[in-house]
């Protein structure tokens, strides 16, 4: 499985801006793919998953501010940020797991067997 992760940039305090994770294989519909971000001397933290069935996951920080969703037609999941804050600054990395896994599951990086490249996301104050 290869993952693309596309559409970051730089966008002022409470913009928008939207991810995007394309992911290769045949039944991404069954996957459960979630975002991460890691801002520079921070550590990788969880952002938001998503699992078959499109149930979600959010971290508190992000919840009401950001959306993810997925296009199985396309293999894709998208990251909707709203209201992006100087904070959410970061490198965002997508990242897959074949498995369909509760949500508390998908809050942890080792759930996760396959990584993207990162985009960055840079919000100025």
């Known amino acids: 499985v290869q993952l693309q992760a596309s559409g970051g940039g730089l966008v002022q305090a409470g913009g928008s801006q939207r991810l995007s994770c394309a992911a290769s294989g045949r039944t991404f519909s069954s996957y459960t793919v979630g975002w991460f971000r890691q801002a520079p001397g921070k550590e990788r933290e969880f952002v938001a998953g998503?699992?078959?069935?499109?149930?979600?996951s959010y971290a508190d920080f992000v919840k009401g501010r950001f959306t993810i969703s997925r296009d199985n037609a396309k293999n894709t999941v998208y990251l909707q940020m709203n209201s992006l804050k100087p904070e959410d600054t970061a490198v965002y990395y997508c990242?897959?797991?074949?498995?369909?896994?509760?949500?508390?599951?998908?809050?942890?990086?080792?759930?996760?067997?396959?990584w993207g490249q990162g985009t960055q996301v840079t919000v100025s104050s």
């Open positions: 990242a897959l797991s074949r498995g369909n896994w509760v949500t508390s599951a998908m809050r942890g990086a080792r759930t996760y067997e396959y």
């Open positions: 998503i699992r078959s069935g499109g149930i979600t």
